[in-house]
């Protein structure tokens, strides 16, 4: 399980969370900008471990950050050699 943290305008910081369930990797929280640095590299991490579908249910919000996440893991997947799907 891996969190990123993202500043909303109120100053509260919130929870962003990628984590492996038997082979999903469930993202939570709001895929911006902000926790996009910080997911690439945890996604990348688990997607060069094994086969894995993507689960975005627990997103809140999304910008164009999240499409660049979501092809820095596809690109990974590709480079490792494993299968990556979204479900």
């Known amino acids: 399980q891996e969190p990123a943290r993202e ?3 109120t100053g509260r910081r919130q929870e962003v969370m ?15 900008q902000q926790p996009a ?6 996604g990348v991490a688990l997607v060069a471990q094994a ?7 627990g997103i809140e ?4 950050s999240a499409i660049a996440v ?13 299968t990556l799907a979204i479900g």
Not at 70 to 82: D, K, P, Q, Y
Request: hydrophobic share 50%; with cysteine.
């Open 7 to 9: 500043e909303q305008a």
């Open 18 to 32: 990628i984590e492996d369930r038997d082979g999903q990797l469930c993202v939570s929280g709001a895929l911006n």
């Open 61 to 64: 919000a999304v910008d164009s």
């Open 51 to 57: 086969d894995r579908v993507i689960n975005l249910a």
């Open 37 to 42: 640095p910080a997911l690439l590299p945890a």
């Open 70 to 82: 979501l092809l820095g893991w596809a690109r990974a997947a590709s480079n490792f050699t494993r």
